[in-house]
Structure formats: C-alpha cells, structure tokens
Antibody, heavy 115, light 107 residues
Framework: EVQLLESGGGLVQPGGSLRLSCAAS????????FNWLRQAPGKGLEWVST????????YYADSVRGRFTISRDNSKDTLYLQMNSLRADDTAVYYC????????WGQGTLVAVSS | DIQLTQSPSFLSASVGDRVTITCRAS??????LAWYQQKPGKAPKLLIY???ILHTGVPSRFSGSGSGTDFTLTVSSLQPEDFATYYC?????????FGGGTKVEIK
C-alpha cells in the first residue's frame, strides 16, 4: 500500500523556520519525482515545489523561492521541505505527493505562522 | 504563468445526474492536465491524468477529455460519495497551477 506521511508542522512565529518531512513507503521511492503542495484555510490548492527523481532539479513557486528548499534522502525514502523566513500567508496544510501527476498524497501537516 | 479557469465554481446536482465540469487554460497545454477530487478535511485524490487517463481504482463513471486549452471532467451518474470539490491542474510548465475548484453539492 502506498503511504506518504508528513510531519514537522506546527505553530511558528513570523520569521521563524520549520522543516517538514514526508516518509514514503509501499513503492520504490527512487523511481519518482516529488512535490509539495499547500492549501490555506478555506482556499484552493497551491503547488509549492518539485524535486526530480535524481534530486538534481528543483522548482519553486515564486511565493516561496529563496525561502523554501526541497530535498530528498533516497537512503531514507524521505522528502523534506526546509521553510525559512516564514510569513503569515504561509499558513496552510502542506501535502507531499509523488510523481509527475501527484499520484498519491499524504494526509497533510498544518503549518500556522502567527505571533 | 498558465491560468486555469474552472466552471462552474459551484454545482448543485442529484444522485444519478450527469455532471460536467470544464477547465480552460490561458494557453495551450497539450494534454498535460490532471483532475483531483477532495472531500472536506481530506487530502486530494488523483482521478484523471494526461487529460483522459483514469487513475488506478477510479470508477469508470468518471471520464476526462480535451486537449490544448479546453478540458472537461464528466461524471456519468453521480453517486453519493462523489459530492466533493474537484480541481484541475496543469503540468505543462512551471509554475504548476490549479483551477479554482468546483464544489459539487447535493440538490
């Protein structure tokens, strides 16, 4: 069974940092690219970042470029999102998803940025 | 950036109805389009990719069509478990973008 399990969310002050993790199981991690997506409360879906199969290529939404860093550890079957300089408008449920077409999604982890 | 416009944004329908949702891209995206279903408090689920290919395990009452700038998601006979919000997403170029969503509610 394909499983993606996000962790690392929580309440953080503006300007703070968090690192999200996404542990994968039930499929061959190294075969897939991965994505982070988010959904602000009551809003639609927003793509955040993508990392290629090899990890050599990364892509970011303009809203997070320069503040967020996506990475992967193929030895641990884990995807990461390092989030720095967090702002109130980063408040959202963050999801990881695998593949070019977001085939499977994790359950999400809530990031709340507030003083 | 490629903009996706979904219509309608809200749809009221009955069980057994045929329902069609449209997604229009601001520029041609070939068939690089996916459809997702999201229920309240849950993660989205992939329904259709490459505009018309049904994802594993998705009931055959769901279908997708289109290419270029105009796409449709059709549910041939709406079931109680289909009441949800549906999103389209383009994967032609970065930044990847989503439509605004279509909420399907029970009439």
């Amino acid at each position: 069974e394909v499983q993606l399990l996000e962790s690392g969310g929580g309440l953080v002050q503006p300007g703070g940092s968090l690192r999200l993790s996404c542990a994968a199981s039930g499929f061959t991690f190294t075969f897939y690219s991965f994505n982070w997506l988010r959904q602000a409360p009551g809003k639609g879906l927003e793509w955040v970042s993508t990392i290629s199969v090899s990890g050599d290529s990364t892509y970011y939404a303009d809203s997070v470029r320069g503040r967020f860093t996506i990475s992967r550890d193929n030895s641990k079957d884990t995807l990461y999102l390092q989030m720095n300089s967090l702002r109130a408008d980063d408040t959202a449920v963050y999801y990881c998803a695998n593949g070019d077409y977001d085939e499977y999604w994790g359950q999400g982890t809530l990031v709340a940025v507030s003083s | 950036d490629i903009q996706l416009t979904q219509s309608p944004s809200f749809l009221s329908a009955s069980v057994g109805d045929r329902v069609t949702i449209t997604c229009r891209a601001s520029q041609g995206i070939s068939s690089y389009l996916a459809w997702y279903q999201q229920k309240p408090g849950k993660a989205p689920k992939l329904l259709i990719y490459a505009a018309s290919i049904l994802h594993t395990g998705v009931p055959s009452r769901f279908s997708g069509s289109g290419s270029g700038t105009d796409f449709t998601l059709t549910v041939s006979s709406l079931q109680p478990e289909d009441f949800a919000t549906y999103y389209c997403q383009q994967l032609r170029s970065y930044p990847l973008t989503f439509g605004g969503g279509t909420k399907v509610e029970i009439k």
